[in-house]
């Protein structure tokens, strides 16, 4: 059998006549504001909630007293003890209370004085707490949660009798309690979720679990940025701008930019500098909105931008570029023009007869569009190496198919083979490796350039740098063979010219009587050598360029003098180990050399390397200047 729960109010003791509660005292010297109207109902068997109203301020009052009371009034901060303990304060009109069932309680409602530990004024009640019947609650039914929006879940269930309140649960943890049968509950997008709700009765007992509501909360992404515009800017960039997108689920956190499909990154912003556009080239621009959960939108409508191609070389010499360094490329930059072909340093053999480098596409690309033949350089100058790579079949297979591969993979018009210092006894193996890799290569229409070291005649076959290159077959398949005429001086040797005009005269003479002496090149190089004192292996020169020499005739006050028998540069200056003997090549130099070999009918010529020479090389005809 059940019981009805009987709250008795009392006031000092007596029942409270909430009418004479919480008014001003207009008597007193100063007036003393009371909570007016307070109130209390119990919750559950240990639960009370205790509510009041503002304090009423008399109309007796002077009027400037009376307002002075009513703004303190709403600013109030309120106090709840409870049995002479300090419950909590609040600038609310109500506050939870937990009591001991079959206890009479003192609860005393006061606004809080600036300056005052305890309540000068307050409105008392006294309250006892019923000792509760348990009630036999039944699982709500017709449970139910659905989505309101991203982020709000509405749940609903039938009235259960007995029941005093209603227990939430999401995931299985308590989210609140309501006297409602409707409540909505905030989620997150794009998550799943598990609500079930209990019935509890006035003891706080809490009734059997409904069934389980599952929900998965959408996501509705941001909308797609619109009305993309570009505008040129003075450095060859475009600045990219676009109109705000819409916000979906979510709030919007940025925009995320694409070139050709390629992130670029991501702004907050409404505009992104598009750099890295080569001329030539066609891009497409599109923008995404992201939102805080990570979602992002469809693309926009694209932006195309199409750079118009830049002028082709008109150019025919041939250069070595040091892909490793920045002034190589820079080099090549500015004298494009003049070059028809360029064989970067991308590739070398390993001492386990493998392979390392890679493409640089910055450089790749930038000299096709302007219509200049890229041949990589694939550099091996080991004996060792060389030998199993021409001798081992495997080995030698493995190597073909990896050149082949790699000149199409990349879109090269070629390679450049620098096999130097290859045994002589390994003539023939290297004549049949290149002839079966220039086979592969011209079926797909590429082209097979390598390097040889020069030589004025074949009398000594077995010569250990030179005996190893068959001219005369080697020029059958090769679609240009580079000769290498320098070092008659060298880093280890005692000072003097790199390429005396006798000897390239000599070197030109006999490639002019090979039966394709058209595919033959005569190299110059552009590199200066600094002599120490005492030069040798243990003691080598150091390499320099042109401008570390102009400086350092500069810094020394030197007076170079040419060369007869090369045309080459020299002088000689003191350093703090000795006397040093510098050579090098200038504009004059590089003329009286090309100009050699082309008296015995080798008019092609190929320079090592850009980044290093007297710039004014790039006037000599020979080299596609104007003279």
């Known amino acids: 059998m ?265 702004t907050r912003g409404t505009q992104w500098k598009v750099t890295g556009l080569e001329a030539g080239k066609a891009y497409r621009i599109e923008i995404r909105s992201v939102d805080s959960l990570g979602e992002l939108s469809a693309a926009s409508a694209p932006l195309n931008i199409e750079l118009d191609p830049p002028p082709p070389t008109r150019g025919h010499a041939r250069a070595f570029l040091l892909a490793s360094t920045d002034r190589s490329f820079e080099d090549f930059q500015i004298n494009y023009m003049n070059i028809g072909r360029i064989y970067p340093t991308y590739f070398d053999c390993t001492a386990a007869a493998g392979f390392i480098g890679r493409d640089d596409p910055r450089i790749t690309q930038w000299a096709q569009v302007r219509q200049v033949e890229v041949l990589p350089r694939l550099n091996c100058q080991s004996s060792a190496v060389l030998h199993r790579i021409l001798t081992e079949p495997a080995m030698r297979e493995w190597w073909l198919n990896k050149i082949v591969t790699l000149v199409r993979q990349n879109g090269y018009q070629g390679i450049n083979l620098d096999f130097e210092k290859g045994l002589w006894s390994d003539r023939d193996a290297l004549t049949g490796f290149v002839t079966e890799l220039s086979s592969r290569l011209h079926a797909e229409g590429r082209l097979l350039s390598m390097e040889l070291s020069s030589k004025v005649n074949d009398d000594n076959k077995q010569h250990p740098r030179s005996g190893i290159f068959d001219y005369p077959a080697l020029g059958r398949v090769l679609d240009e063979g580079l000769i290498m005429v320098w070092g008659f001086h060298w880093t280890t040797s005692g000072p003097g010219a790199v390429s005396p005009l006798w000897w390239i005269d000599g070197v030109a003479k006999y490639a002019a009587s090979m039966p394709n002496s058209d595919r033959f090149v005569i190299g110059t190089p552009m590199y200066a050598t600094d002599w120490p004192p005492n030069a040798g292996t243990s003691n080598p020169a150091k390499a320099l360029e042109y401008s570390d020499v102009t400086a350092l005739i500069a810094r020394t006050g030197a007076v170079p003098q040419r060369d007869a028998e090369s045309g080459e540069l020299f002088f000689t200056y003191q350093a703090s180990d000795g006397r040093h003997e510098v050579w090098f090549l200038d504009v004059e130099a590089v003329r009286q050399k090309h100009a050699a070999a082309a008296a015995r009918g080798i008019t092609q010529n190929f320079v090592w390397r850009l980044g290093e020479e007297d710039e004014r090389v790039w006037t000599l005809p020979s080299l596609g200047g104007t003279g």
């Open 2 to 266: 059940q019981r009805r729960a009987v709250l008795t109010v009392l006031a000092a003791g007596a029942v409270l006549g909430l009418a004479s509660v919480g008014a001003v005292d207009a008597s007193a010297a100063t007036p003393c504001l009371k909570p007016a109207k307070v109130r209390v109902q119990q919750l559950g068997a240990r639960t009370f909630l205790v509510r009041w109203q503002p304090p009423a301020v008399s109309k007796r009052l002077p009027r400037s007293q009376r307002i002075s009371l009513i703004r303190r009034a709403r600013a109030a901060t309120y106090r709840v003890v409870r049995s002479g303990q300090v419950v909590g304060q609040t600038r609310r009109r109500a506050m939870r209370v937990s009591v001991i069932p079959g206890r009479r309680i003192l609860i005393r409602v006061g606004i809080v004085t600036r300056g005052r530990k305890n309540l000068r004024c307050a409105s008392l009640v006294r309250v006892y707490a019923q000792q509760l019947e348990r009630a036999d609650l039944a699982v709500p039914r017709k449970f139910v949660a659905r989505e309101l929006s991203g982020t709000t879940a509405r749940l609903r269930w039938a009235v259960v009798p007995n029941a005093f309140a209603y227990r939430v649960f999401k995931d299985g943890a308590v989210v609140t309690q309501t006297d409602r049968v409707v409540m909505d509950v905030p989620v997150v997008a794009g998550r799943e979720y598990t609500f079930q709700v209990a019935a509890v009765d006035r003891a706080g007992r809490l009734g059997p679990m409904s069934r389980i509501s599952a929900l998965t909360t959408s996501v509705r992404p941001p909308s797609a940025p619109t009305g993309l515009t570009a505008i040129a800017t003075n450095d060859g960039a475009y600045l990219v701008s676009w109109k705000a997108a819409v916000r979906g689920t979510a709030p919007l956190v940025g925009y995320r930019v694409t070139r050709n499909g390629e992130v670029l990154g991501q």
